[in-house]
T-cell receptor, first 117, second 111 residues
Framework: DTEVTQTPKHLVMGMTNKKSLKCEQH?????MYWYKQKAKKPPELMFV???????INESVPSRFSPECPNSSLLNLHLHALQPEDSALYLC????????????????FGEGSRLTVL | RKEVEQDPGPFNVPEGATVAFNCTYS??????FFWYRQDCRKEPKLLMS???SGNEDGRFTAQLNRASQYISLLIRDSKLSDSATYLC????????????FGKGTRLSVIA
């Protein structure tokens, strides 16, 4: 069982909808990540939060808006998405901060599978 | 040269076989290396971390060759349950460097 919990597991939305993906971890990790993964491809980094501050934004379109309300929670707000944004969205956390050695030891949630119609 | 390269496979091996995957990386300053396993339609899970020359955990051995800039993963006595995609992950040196994922190697262990 994963210690990173993501909701919802599945989401279908239209291009005009606004929805949010949620992620929670209670391992005391201070770095949290959003990744996007398309079928048969590796995960692509979207955002990194270190100590609740956005530290990396990998040139992600503004229709994706991350939020870190506290050290345990990470949200991804979705608005005006395109069909090509359909993918598995993975949240992860690590005890090490981005750039440090333990930053590679990620704990992933099960993901939210998003379909944009 | 891509940052992290892996043979995509698939590797189809019989149960009990020994199989090895290689992963090459381009940044000679990279310090930390990881192997993740990802089952179909599931999340990646950390399999092994490699901070020095290698690591061993049961049937799994990871080795690092800094001179040739590659990491290998050896699986002995393959089980059906080892069937998955194995992702090589590298961290660069210092700063805010994010992880770099390889594209993964697919393994199918056949009865």
């Amino acid at each position: 069982d994963t210690e990173v919990t993501q909701t919802p597991k599945h989401l279908v939305m239209g291009m005009t909808n606004k929805k949010s993906l949620k992620c929670e971890q209670h391992m005391g990790h201070r770095a949290m990540y959003w990744y996007k993964q398309k079928a048969k491809k590796p995960p692509e980094l979207m955002f990194v939060y270190s100590y609740e501050k956005l530290s990396i934004n990998e040139s992600v379109p503004s229709r994706f808006s991350p939020e870190c309300p506290n050290s345990s929670l990470l949200n991804l707000h979705l608005h005006a998405l395109q069909p090509e944004d359909s993918a598995l969205y993975l949240c992860a956390s690590s005890r090490g901060l981005a750039g440090g050695p333990f930053a590679g030891e990620l704990f992933f949630g099960e993901g939210s599978r998003l379909t944009v119609l | 040269r891509k940052e992290v390269e892996q043979d995509p496979g698939p590797f189809n091996v019989p149960e009990g076989a020994t199989v090895a995957f290689n992963c090459t990386y381009s940044n000679s300053a990279s310090q930390s290396f990881f192997w993740y396993r990802q089952d179909c339609r599931k999340e990646p899970k950390l399999l092994m971390s490699v901070y020095s020359s290698g690591n061993e955990d049961g049937r799994f051995t990871a080795q690092l060759n800094r001179a040739s800039q590659y990491i290998s993963l050896l699986i002995r006595d393959s089980k059906l349950s080892d069937s998955a995609t194995y992702l090589c992950v590298v961290i660069g040196s210092g700063g805010n460097t994010p992880l770099v994922f390889g594209k993964g190697t697919r393994l199918s262990v056949i009865a």
